[in-house]
């Protein structure tokens, strides 16, 4: 199986069959697991198998699948499954740091992301220092000795600025500090954050892995002696666990994750390209964009630009509203990754929380615009974003 290439392991690695020889994966919706005797319930409290299971909470049949595959696609030495995305940013990080600890995160994060570095870390005593994460610099003045943990959004929610994740390994290493990506935009299968040099990748599998926005999912990978060490003792005690039943349907998601990122991604360049220069519209950003400030750094981290595109409309709030009220069919939510292309206004809903102050050092203007692009016909898109521009 190692020699397998990603698209191939995505569909076959990890599978369990049981005693039936079921060919599609199994839903083992059970919270519990027998043993034949009193000795065996004994060996496995002393140390369990890879095939052997104690309680849901720790681990099931179907999260393994998932979580195995998972580790097979990235590249990982494992992974440990969570029932969000933020479960598993949250377990990664709280696995990795104690009070006394020092982090230096990038500025723009998810919202929550961003809650648990900037008021729930500094709580229990960690010291976090923020910073533009393009800038190598500014990670380089931040770390310390006592820097524990870099971490980061590889592409950034919503300008989708691109962070050199290699640069920010190298000094985070040098530091003797572990480097932290959420991967989530950029998705599993247009990069390698593992080979670029992080230590520890996190997905909300919510997103693309998933892919038709139906189950809360989320993912940790990274060396068997973390997963399997920290994380695994911190995870299971705090009850993150991931349902066998949402386990399933990402498991089964990821047998056309890569179909489906392909597709949404060439969508996404290709509005990119033929929306700039609209006369309503005041930037056009995507990684991939020739305009955008670091294609060259996307172009030699990613494959391809990702699923996600953002406009800012040059009217304002006004005109984004307009906007979004009159597109027919990319839908206003806030999910992303989803076969449906979906449309964000982030200054009023996923970024309200903030000041206007923040919001203004992270791009995030009153025009703009996030737009998941999902698995419709391009040109359909295209036209509904064109009909919407013109009012
Ligand atoms: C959605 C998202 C999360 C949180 O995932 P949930 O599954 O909603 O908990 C974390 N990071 C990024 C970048 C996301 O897009």
Known sequence: MDNWKPSTKAVHAGTKRSQF?????????TQGFLYDSAEQAEARFI???????????????????????????????????????????????????????????????????????????PTFGVDVTLVDGTDLDAWREAVRPDTKVCFLEAISN????????AGVSEIAHAA???????????TPVFQRSLELGAD?????????IDGQGRCLGGIVL??????????????????????????????????TLALRCEAQAASATYLADKLKGHKSLSRVLHPFSED???????????????????????????????????????????????????????????????????????????????????LEDRDDLLDDMLAALAG
């Open 21 to 29: 020889g079921e060919l599609s994966e199994a839903i083992f919706m």
């Open 47 to 121: 140390e369990a198998g890879e095939e052997e299971f104690i309680y849901a909470r720790y681990g099931n049949p179907t999260v393994a699948m998932f979580e195995e595959r998972m580790a097979a696609i990235e590249g990982a030495e494992d992974a440990f499954a969570t029932a969000s995305g933020m479960a598993a940013v949250n377990g990664a990080l709280m696995a990795l740091v104690k009070a006394g600890d020092h982090v230096v995160a990038a500025r723009a994060l998810f919202g929550s992301c961003l809650f648990i570095v900037d008021e729930i870390l």
């Open 158 to 165: 919503p300008t989708l600025e691109v962070i050199d994740i």
């Open 176 to 186: 003797g500090a572990v480097v932290v990506v959420d991967n989530v935009f950029a």
């Open 200 to 208: 520890v990748v996190v997905y909300s599998a919510t997103k693309h």
């Open 222 to 255: 990274g060396t068997k002696e973390f997963v399997r060490g920290p994380l695994q003792t911190y995870l299971k005690h705090t009850g993150a666990a991931l349902s066998p039943f949402n386990a399933w349907v990402m498991v089964k998601g990821l047998e």
């Open 292 to 374: 955008h400030p670091q294609q060259a750094l996307a172009k030699k981290q990613m494959t391809r630009g990702g699923t996600m595109l953002s406009l800012e409309l040059a009217g304002g709030k006004d005109a984004a509203f307009k906007f979004l009220n009159a597109l027919q069919i990319v839908r206003i939510s806030n999910n992303l990754g989803d076969a449906k292309s979906i449309v964000t206004h982030p200054a009023t809903t996923t970024h309200q929380r903030l000041s206007d102050e923040q919001r203004a050092g992270l791009g995030i203007s009153d025009g703009l615009v996030r737009i998941s692009i999902g």
